[in-house]
């Protein structure tokens, strides 16, 4: 059981190491998106200061987004997810381990990224030390919910976009609450209640996602 | 005679029944609509704060109420069908979804024109009004999920579990008032507590909400008659049945 | 014990589409018999395949494994089987090494390098095994697909047209591999368009879907 | 010639009409990144109608990465695209018709929805137009300069990231220029500047990207 | 005017990665003619299939058609060339005659319903006209490409392993393409593994990368 997940886990970590490019450039995304506001919006500081929390999670979300139309398309096409599917271990395991290991590939590295990012708009210390622990709460619940909708898309034509359409109404609860935190925190009050029920929603998702995202794939692969 | 609830499971019979209770519901919806807008414009009083723009709430609050049940029926089939694998059920929530759409979509835009004259502004993002349009795009990307889908099998699975998924929006638009502070109306219609509008006014809402109930069966039982013309053409009833046409 | 019904199929029922491709299909197979599926392009080989695998839902009747349906059964059935459909199945970004490891891994099973390289080299690739395979040709691609079939010690093999792009050596290969694994008390379900000459091994034949039509030969 | 052009053009229509969702499903990427910020930047109109130009731009700026990404990727996979670089044509025709053709399907939407999201943000009815002229404009450079984008990273493992990469920076002039047309046209300001340097860079785009993209391609095809 | 040579090759040479998979390798094939391409797996066919459709350069030496080089040729080459590789290069959202019709449409030939119908039918996928390509069984699919190839009317055909995946009957069918092809005064590059029937075709093998050794055989 374990074993299995360590595997599923290890075997994308091994993938994503081979594709030395796609690593990195999913965090330049990040930091490209992230980046161009302030040239759409206008350089002035305040303003900046406070469209910052929801900049930075929105393109958390979008990154999270983009590669996720990739986690099960490449398995399905080059017949290794069949493959795996038919490994003696329940496909429960192996939809927890893609999503984890996606998070460990995408979300870690967005959490490392933030805290520079904040600085540029001006984020004061303590305001940060919270947009990291709720990009951190945050972050595992845009994996598994992903890979819900990966799932479900297998294989579709437009899988990617459909994929987005069926995702990002299920990410706003975390959204709403992940930027609420950070903007709570920016105006001095204390992000304790958005960030307990980000927590509280990071919890009931991984209970139920992976389960979900597993009868996905049993169905999309037939 | 022992009513079978088993015997109407079966697309056969249900065909038939449905056949049957359309008309009623139609023509219900039809008589009570008239009915409800009458009493909306002709015999509810003038709001003395908001004058008559406030009549909008005829058409928004049974809108809204209508997206979101029709959510939770879908739910309860999806739930059922993905149980007992029962053919009936999905085309019932594939029959619902457009229907709650509609609704979703009414709700949105009617509080839109009534956000113009109270709020100064079409929209706001208050979580009611962000959760309505969640609902919304959720019903419209079930749709787009069973339309990408070919085969049929997997096309009602994956909707199931996507209804199913995106339920958990359906008590937060409900609670959404109460667990933050917005600008949105609270809930004034309760069963707990005695209502704290005008009872005329709450008669009229009443009846415009069952009126859209009525609507909303007439056009699922419709649309599933197709469906399962559509689904069932291989088999011999169908056959019999579109000849005799 | 060469007629232990190991695997066995009861009225299966598959449709695609509108279409019925197959209805009431029975069948047993034990160890030490090899069954040969046949049929044209498009009769259902490939869906049957599927079915007898657990990747796809019948429209009626049942799979059973030793008895049991594979529903119930999955985590013994799979355990004991190996499948190889159209698509080879091997990631374009290792190596075959490091493919059939991830396969050994994924499965449970140890494999050791010795063998790994034992098996890759038996099918031809020793000039290969240090190259991604998204650069091996098309017929080298097969290739390791069906070395990992060796190290994965099934007992059952469900092998769909698995001579896709081998070459005249290639087919004795895999012809000699199959030999030796149903002699040795394997099983096998396969598929193949093209002549296999398997003397001595037990083979049941199976015709998927209606015979071919005159006008159609 | 025109013909091929046209051919190349009715293709790709006749696709995107048959994948149904995925047309329409791109349109709604679009609406919901609109629709999101304001969840993470709070509600008040003020803030919304300042940052309204930026991130519509922002947002039609990847709803048409995201599409872009698939440009040649599925031709590529199921060797039509070779079979089209095979045609007595010059590639240039294609790479230029597959530009055309994405630009009609998820370029021309978005002009139609934005005046819609415009709404919402309260933007006053001239920015609005200035808003869709700028888009007008700016969404064939978009598809253009993706193409050369998509050409070079086919095949790549993790291209449609690392397309992002390297288009992003090419896009910043077309942001620049359009989400500033509208900032004037907000601050009552004229656009003319900003929309006659956008059309410029349209032109030169024109010229030059069709070309680019098709030695792209020729090179990722061997 | 059996042997005029349409298509030539000069000192040809590939290399992939590291390895140099041929090198001077000279030939002409002339009206009439079908150029039978052998090797093992992995010897370097598809490699020197794409060099001589122009889809990948020569390390060294040339094709050339009617005397003169592809690149500069291109336009006329292309016009009388059709290619099939080992991925079918057909849409999956498009039906077999759409497929056909778009074909045609970017070659800029015209081409009429019936015709197209006809040859798809030759091609037994009479039941699956209506059908998108994805639902296709593998064999069809590849039969769906044939069909394409049948309507292209182009002189000389260039075929990586057409015979993937087709049945017996399949394999008939397009040695009879193939044989109408070529003594109708077609020209004719292809590979396979499988064995060929071609009586009464004037056919030319060409062995690509070194001959087997011993011990691979
Ligand atoms: C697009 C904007 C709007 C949306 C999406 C929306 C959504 C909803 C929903 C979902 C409900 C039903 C909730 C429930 O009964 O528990 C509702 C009820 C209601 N809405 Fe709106 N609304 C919008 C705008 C407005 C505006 C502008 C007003 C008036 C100022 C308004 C006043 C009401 C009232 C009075 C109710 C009935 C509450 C009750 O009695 O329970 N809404 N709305
Ligand atoms: N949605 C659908 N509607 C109608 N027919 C379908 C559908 N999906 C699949 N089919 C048909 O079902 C059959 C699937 O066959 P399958 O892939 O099992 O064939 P096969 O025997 O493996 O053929 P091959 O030898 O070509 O691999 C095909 O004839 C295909 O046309
Ligand atoms: N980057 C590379 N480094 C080393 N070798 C490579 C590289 N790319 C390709 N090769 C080798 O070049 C050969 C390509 O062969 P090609 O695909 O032309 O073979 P083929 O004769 O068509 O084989 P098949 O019969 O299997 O289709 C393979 O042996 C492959 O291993
Ligand atoms: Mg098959
Ligand atoms: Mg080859």
Redesign the interface.
Same mark, same amino acid.
């Given at each position: 059981m374990l074993h299995f997940l360590l595997t599923v886990i290890r075997r994308d970590l091994l993938l994503a190491a081979r594709r030395k490019g796609d690593w990195l450039t999913s965090q330049f995304f990040f930091i490209m998106v992230v980046s161009m506001f302030p040239l759409g919006i206008g350089p002035e500081p305040e303003m900046l200061r406070r469209v910052a929390p929801g900049v930075m999670w929105v393109a958390a979300l979008l990154a999270s987004l983009l590669s996720l139309s990739r986690l099960f398309a490449e398995d399905y096409r080059d017949g290794s997810l069949e493959q795996m599917l038919l490994s003696p271990e329940p496909p429960v395991l192996l939809a927890l381990g893609k999503a984890l290991a996606h998070w460990l590939i995408y979300g870690i590295p967005l959490l490392l990224i933030a805290p520079v990012l904040g600085l540029q708009f001006g984020l004061p210390a303590d305001v940060i030390g919270v947009l990291m622990l709720s990009l951190l709460i945050g972050t595992p619940v845009l994996s598994l919910l992903g890979g819900v909708g990966a799932a479900l898309t297998l294989g579709l034509r437009g899988g990617g976009v459909l994929l987005t359409l069926l995702i990002l109404p299920l990410y706003v609860p975390a959204l709403i609450f992940g930027a609420g935190a950070v903007d709570s925190a920016l105006a001095g009050l204390g992000p304790e209640a958005n960030l307990s029920l980000l927590a509280a929603f990071a919890v009931l998702t991984l209970m139920v996602a992976p389960w979900v995202a597993a009868s996905a794939l049993k169905i999309s692969i037939e | 005679m022992a009513f079978s609830i088993y015997k109407y499971a079966s697309p056969m019979t249900f065909y038939g029944l449905a056949g049957k209770l359309i008309p009623w519901f139609a023509w219900g919806a039809g008589i009570l609509t008239v009915l409800g807008l009458y009493i909306a414009f002709f015999m509810a009083p003038t709001d003395f704060q908001q004058g008559e723009a406030y009549r909008v709430i005829f058409i928004h609050v049974p809108a809204a109420w209508m997206s979101m049940f029709i959510y939770i029926i879908m739910a309860f089939w999806s739930a059922v069908g +993905?149980a007992w694998n029962t053919r009936l059920s999905f085309m019932m929530s594939r029959a619902l979804a457009p229907t709650g759409a509609v609704f979703a979509f009414l709700s949105l835009w009617t509080g839109a024109l009534w956000g113009k004259p109270m709020w100064g *502004?079409?929209?706001?993002?208050?979580?009611r009004l962000?959760?309505s349009?969640?609902l919304f795009?959720?019903y419209?990307?079930i749709m *787009?999920?069973w339309?990408?889908?070919?085969?049929r =099998? =997997?096309s009602d =699975?994956?909707g199931a579990? +996507?209804i199913?998924?995106?339920a958990i929006?359906v008590p937060?638009i409900y609670f959404s008032v109460k667990w933050w502070n917005t600008l949105h109306q609270g809930a004034s219609v309760s069963l707990m507590k005695s209502p704290s509008m005008a009872s005329i006014m709450l008669i009229g809402m009443l009846v415009l909400a069952i009126a859209a109930w009525f609507y909303a069966i007439a056009t699922a039982l419709t649309r599933v008659r197709g469906i399962i013309l559509e689904r069932e053409r291989?088999t011999e009833w169908v056959k019999e049945l579109l000849e005799k046409i | 014990m060469s007629d232990t019904p190991y695997l066995s199929v009861h009225e299966l029922a598959c449709a695609r589409g509108e279409r019925t491709l197959f209805s009431t299909m029975n069948f047993q197979l034990g160890t030490g018999q090899l069954l040969l599926v046949q049929g044209g392009n498009g009769r259902g080989k490939t869906s049957l395949l599927r079915l007898l695998c657990g990747l796809a839902q019948p429209l009626a009747g049942e799979v059973r494994w030793r008895g049991q349906a594979i529903g119930p059964a999955r985590e013994e059935y799979h355990r004991n089987m190996a499948y190889i459909g159209h698509v080879n199945g091997i990631k374009d970004d290792l190596t075959p090494m490091e493919n059939l490891r991830l396969s050994a891994a994924l499965a449970g099973r140890d494999l050791d390098e010795a063998t790994a390289t034992q098996s890759l080299v038996k099918l031809g690739l020793e000039r290969c095994l240090d190259l991604p395979a998204r650069v091996l040709s098309f017929g080298q691609r097969r290739r390791v697909t069906l070395a990992g079939l060796m190290t994965a010690g099934a007992l059952l093999w469900i092998l769909d047209e698995p001579l896709t792009g081998l070459d005249i050596h290639g087919v004795a290969l895999v012809e000699g591999l199959l030999r030796d694994h149903v002699t040795g008390g394997g099983m096998v379900v396969m598929t193949t368009h093209q002549p296999l000459s398997l003397d001595g091994v037990a083979t049941v034949p199976l015709q998927v879907g209606p015979l071919l039509q005159p006008d159609e030969v």
């Amino acid at each position: 059981m374990l074993h299995f997940l360590l595997t599923v886990i290890r075997r994308d970590l091994l993938l994503a190491a081979r594709r030395k490019g796609d690593w990195l450039t999913s965090q330049f995304f990040f930091i490209m998106v992230v980046s161009m506001f302030p040239l759409g919006i206008g350089p002035e500081p305040e303003m900046l200061r406070r469209v910052a929390p929801g900049v930075m999670w929105v393109a958390a979300l979008l990154a999270s987004l983009l590669s996720l139309s990739r986690l099960f398309a490449e398995d399905y096409r080059d017949g290794s997810l069949e493959q795996m599917l038919l490994s003696p271990e329940p496909p429960v395991l192996l939809a927890l381990g893609k999503a984890l290991a996606h998070w460990l590939i995408y979300g870690i590295p967005l959490l490392l990224i933030a805290p520079v990012l904040g600085l540029q708009f001006g984020l004061p210390a303590d305001v940060i030390g919270v947009l990291m622990l709720s990009l951190l709460i945050g972050t595992p619940v845009l994996s598994l919910l992903g890979g819900v909708g990966a799932a479900l898309t297998l294989g579709l034509r437009g899988g990617g976009v459909l994929l987005t359409l069926l995702i990002l109404p299920l990410y706003v609860p975390a959204l709403i609450f992940g930027a609420g935190a950070v903007d709570s925190a920016l105006a001095g009050l204390g992000p304790e209640a958005n960030l307990s029920l980000l927590a509280a929603f990071a919890v009931l998702t991984l209970m139920v996602a992976p389960w979900v995202a597993a009868s996905a794939l049993k169905i999309s692969i037939e | 005679m022992a009513f079978s609830i088993y015997k109407y499971a079966s697309p056969m019979t249900f065909y038939g029944l449905a056949g049957k209770l359309i008309p009623w519901f139609a023509w219900g919806a039809g008589i009570l609509t008239v009915l409800g807008l009458y009493i909306a414009f002709f015999m509810a009083p003038t709001d003395f704060q908001q004058g008559e723009a406030y009549r909008v709430i005829f058409i928004h609050v049974p809108a809204a109420w209508m997206s979101m049940f029709i959510y939770i029926i879908m739910a309860f089939w999806s739930a059922v069908g +993905l149980a007992w694998n029962t053919r009936l059920s999905f085309m019932m929530s594939r029959a619902l979804a457009p229907t709650g759409a509609v609704f979703a979509f009414l709700s949105l835009w009617t509080g839109a024109l009534w956000g113009k004259p109270m709020w100064g *502004a079409w929209w706001v993002w208050d979580a009611r009004l962000t959760s309505s349009l969640i609902l919304f795009f959720l019903y419209v990307g079930i749709m *787009a999920l069973w339309s990408a889908i070919d085969d049929r =099998r =997997r096309s009602d =699975r994956a909707g199931a579990l +996507l209804i199913l998924v995106g339920a958990i929006n359906v008590p937060i638009i409900y609670f959404s008032v109460k667990w933050w502070n917005t600008l949105h109306q609270g809930a004034s219609v309760s069963l707990m507590k005695s209502p704290s509008m005008a009872s005329i006014m709450l008669i009229g809402m009443l009846v415009l909400a069952i009126a859209a109930w009525f609507y909303a069966i007439a056009t699922a039982l419709t649309r599933v008659r197709g469906i399962i013309l559509e689904r069932e053409r291989q088999t011999e009833w169908v056959k019999e049945l579109l000849e005799k046409i | 014990m060469s007629d232990t019904p190991y695997l066995s199929v009861h009225e299966l029922a598959c449709a695609r589409g509108e279409r019925t491709l197959f209805s009431t299909m029975n069948f047993q197979l034990g160890t030490g018999q090899l069954l040969l599926v046949q049929g044209g392009n498009g009769r259902g080989k490939t869906s049957l395949l599927r079915l007898l695998c657990g990747l796809a839902q019948p429209l009626a009747g049942e799979v059973r494994w030793r008895g049991q349906a594979i529903g119930p059964a999955r985590e013994e059935y799979h355990r004991n089987m190996a499948y190889i459909g159209h698509v080879n199945g091997i990631k374009d970004d290792l190596t075959p090494m490091e493919n059939l490891r991830l396969s050994a891994a994924l499965a449970g099973r140890d494999l050791d390098e010795a063998t790994a390289t034992q098996s890759l080299v038996k099918l031809g690739l020793e000039r290969c095994l240090d190259l991604p395979a998204r650069v091996l040709s098309f017929g080298q691609r097969r290739r390791v697909t069906l070395a990992g079939l060796m190290t994965a010690g099934a007992l059952l093999w469900i092998l769909d047209e698995p001579l896709t792009g081998l070459d005249i050596h290639g087919v004795a290969l895999v012809e000699g591999l199959l030999r030796d694994h149903v002699t040795g008390g394997g099983m096998v379900v396969m598929t193949t368009h093209q002549p296999l000459s398997l003397d001595g091994v037990a083979t049941v034949p199976l015709q998927v879907g209606p015979l071919l039509q005159p006008d159609e030969v």
